[in-house]
T-cell receptor
Framework: AQSVAQPEDQVNVAEGNPLTVKCTYS??????LFWYVQYPNRGLQFLLK??????LVKGSYGFEAEFNKSQTSFHLKKPSALVSDSALYFC????????????FGRGTSLIVHP | EAGVAQSPRYKIIEKRQSVAFWCNPI?????LYWYQQILGQGPKLLIQ????????DSQLPKDRFSAERLKGVDSTLKIQPAKLEDSAVYLC?????????????FGPGTRLTVL
């Protein structure tokens, strides 16, 4: 069975500092990996995805993530955090083939302090 | 482009009552998903449709939950009868037809409270 782990319930960072939100996964086969963001009282929004190719993927709002197959990780990063980045971040995995059910992590709350 | 629409946004019911949620996906999106998101947890897939056929409903509690997607467009999710543990946000999402590499577009969700 596939699974996703987001080991930190909350990440605190000062505005202007780099941020990292961690995600590790467990699947049989090659994964498709996604990051979504959820602002208060709003639905999830897609940030970026890894399907194949370059391990470093860039997405919306200056976010990027690096696929590391040996460490089964897909950490979300941003070089300089903004207060407006404060939100709930979800990592998700799918495995191509079959019904490719999406599995989400439990989420990490990012708080950026002014 | 219009997003995924859901209604109602909020619903409060007594346990053992019935409730239904409606979802209208983005035009042209063949795949539609219903998720349950309990407070403090990530979304859990309940059912996935491709056009009007069910791709996966392995996590749908079929003794009380049902879903349909008539004509491959709108969808409804029903709970009958509701239990206290069904209190959650129910999210609908849609995506283009593919092999799982397409991102999902989510609606605002329906917050259900069961008393």
């Amino acid at each position: 069975a596939q699974s996703v782990a987001q080991p930190e319930d909350q990440v605190n960072v000062a505005e202007g500092n780099p941020l990292t939100v961690k995600c590790t996964y467990s699947v049989s086969g090659n994964p498709y990996l996604f990051w979504y963001v959820q602002y208060p009282n709003r639905g999830l929004q897609f940030l970026l995805k890894y399907i194949t190719g370059d391990n470093l993927v860039k997405g919306s709002y200056g976010f990027e993530a690096e696929f590391n197959k040996s460490q089964t990780s897909f950490h979300l990063k941003k070089p300089s955090a903004l207060v407006s980045d404060s939100a709930l971040y979800f990592c998700a995995v799918r495995v191509p083939g079959g019904s490719y059910i999406p599995t989400f992590g439990r989420g990490t709350s990012l708080i950026v302090h002014p | 482009e219009a997003g995924v629409a859901q209604s109602p946004r909020y619903k409060i019911i007594e346990k053992r009552q019935s409730v239904a949620f409606w979802c209208n996906p983005i035009s042209g999106h063949a795949t539609l998903y219903w998720y349950q998101q309990i407070l403090g947890q990530g979304p859990k897939l309940l059912i996935q449709f491709q056009n009007n056929g069910v791709v996966d409903d392995s996590q749908l509690p079929k003794d009380r939950f049902s879903a349909e997607r008539l004509k491959g467009v709108d969808s409804t999710l029903k709970i009958q009868p509701a239990k206290l543990e069904d209190s959650a946000v129910y999210l609908c999402a849609s995506s283009l037809l593919g092999t799982g590499g397409n991102e999902q577009f989510f609606g605002p969700g329906t917050r259900l409270t069961v008393l």
